[in-house]
DNA sequence: CGGATGATCAACT
DNA sequence: GTTGATCATCCGC
């Protein structure tokens, strides 16, 4: 496998999420393969860095590669890998979790069905045992470990999730098809393959 | 199953 | 005081 170097993260985000798709991602030895992402820049009203850089949204305007990590609705955490123009980022939303599974269960409770254990921002956060003092981390150093893609993938586009300003974007990513998504993508939405 | 609800934090008005 | 890039649980079909 090979690691991800930080010139991958220039250029459009867009492009970069649709890339991270079928990478892997690892915290501590445990993670998987992303299956969904969404992309977010400073010229979208639904982005944290919309309104320019703030103490939460720092890490967006830092350097590329490092993860963006907030809290949301109070008790929930979400990854962002800072991308190239300032201010954008991709979230990752889903990963197929291979590796370490026996450690997400212990952290998501052990009733939980393992295709739901990282289905969405926030259970992918405590599956991994993410926590906020990794804001700005650089996502090529440890505990973090990022490896291209290595086969192809069916990519299919939709609007992203939970969002209400400029809702018709269709800059939600995923693997099409793939039973790890944390929703199915919209009956009829663009699908393509890379 | 699907929809409603409450949990609880931090940025911003 | 309000509002989220959410999730687990409860309730009604």
Known sequence: MRAIP???YSGDVDRVARD????????DGVGGVIVETEAY?????ASHSFVGRTARNAAMFGPVGHAYIYRIYGLHLCLNIVCGSPGSAVLIRAIE???GVERMQERRGAA???NQLCAGPGRLCSALGIDQRLDGASMALPPFALFERVEPVSIQTG??????LAADRLRRFGAAGSPWLSRRFPIASPC???
């Open 112 to 114: 939980m069905r393992v």
């Open 41 to 45: 820049d400073a010229a979208d009203p």
């Open 97 to 99: 979790p291979l590796h």
């Open 6 to 8: 930080a010139s991958f």
């Open 159 to 164: 609007p992203r999730i939970g969002i209400t």
């Open 20 to 27: 991270l798709i079928g990478a892997t991602l690892l915290v």
């Open 192 to 194: 393509t393959a890379v």
